[in-house]
């Protein structure tokens, strides 16, 4: 008779009968640190719902950190003129926004009723105060000061912002790159201030058109172009994945931090992070 594919074999006997003993050596628990992580949800509220809320920021949180080790280190490259480690280092950053788009779903499965019956305990607390997500599209070059303002009582938190402001975005090392390569960029914008938000420039539109008309010459520009494209598509869906979810929970009343909510989610569609790469598109 044949063993049933469910009977534990020989070695999983053997392994289950084995004394193991990691006093002196280091447990996946242990390499993870799992006992902190685990234990870091403390629902306010006795709702069931609470720890579903709690878990989804949380998780969304560890996302955001990986994005900005990966963002921080494909601009090092950039602006190195390494490219090929930049382009996997961008495919990452992408599908972790892919990841981010699905995570939605399963926040959405909170209705209305179960929301608001945790949302007194929440205060004015919000995802509007993530400081990572903040970094994140500064990195990006969507800047502000007036988005510092939510971080002005941590003061290590707000330096942290205030040198990513200043800090020229991962679309202006691109464009640094493009200059080395000898494509015309106006010095006004190669040279501006990088605390200013991204703006459409002509001179940057031109270059790009440049680069697609002929990608065997610029061969990594093109690859480049492609995966800041792809990486703004990404983002573009996790955008419209949270404003229709929030819209799903909580209709158009204010966010809990005393923003519009659904209404200033729905401005934010309308950013654009790489403009010059969009717009080319309609002259090629």
């Known amino acids: 008779m044949s063993q049933c594919p469910y009977s534990p074999s020989n070695q999983d006997a053997d392994w289950h009968n084995a004394e193991l003993n990691f006093s002196d050596s280091m447990s996946y628990g242990d390499y993870l640190d799992l006992g902190r992580i685990l234990s870091a949800q403390h629902p306010l509220s006795p709702d069931h719902n609470e720890l579903l809320f709690i878990i989804q920021h949380q998780t969304s949180e560890l996302w955001m950190k990986l994005m900005l080790h990966e963002l921080k280190a494909a601009r090092e490259h950039i602006r190195l003129s390494e490219l090929q480690p930049a382009f996997k280092m961008l495919a990452r950053v992408s599908r972790i926004f892919d990841q981010l788009v699905h995570a ?24 509007f105060q993530s400081f990572q997500y903040r970094e994140i599209e500064f990195l990006l070059g969507n ?39 000898g494509l015309h960029i106006d010095p006004q914008r190669f040279e501006r201030d990088p605390s200013s938000p991204t703006a459409h420039d002509p001179s940057v539109e031109a270059a790009w058109r ?44 204010p966010g809990t931090g005393g923003t519009e909510g659904v209404g200033y989610l729905r401005k934010m569609l309308d950013t654009v992070l790489f403009p010059e790469l969009w717009r080319v598109r309609s002259t090629l």
């Open 104 to 127: 939605w779903t399963v926040l959405a499965t909170m209705t209305p009723t179960e929301y608001h019956s945790i949302r007194p305990f929440l205060g004015q607390s919000s995802g």
């Open 143 to 181: 800047k502000s000061a007036t988005l510092l303002r939510p971080h002005a009582h941590r003061p290590e938190l707000l330096q942290a912002l205030q040198e990513a402001i200043v800090t020229p975005s991962l679309y202006d090392e691109a464009i640094g790159l493009m200059v080395k390569a």
């Open 210 to 253: 440049e680069v697609y008309t002929d990608p065997k010459r610029y061969w990594d520009l093109y690859q480049l172009a492609e995966k800041f494209i792809d990486l703004e598509d990404s983002f573009r869906q996790w955008r419209f994945r949270h404003v229709t979810t929030v819209e799903r929970i909580i209709g158009f009343q």
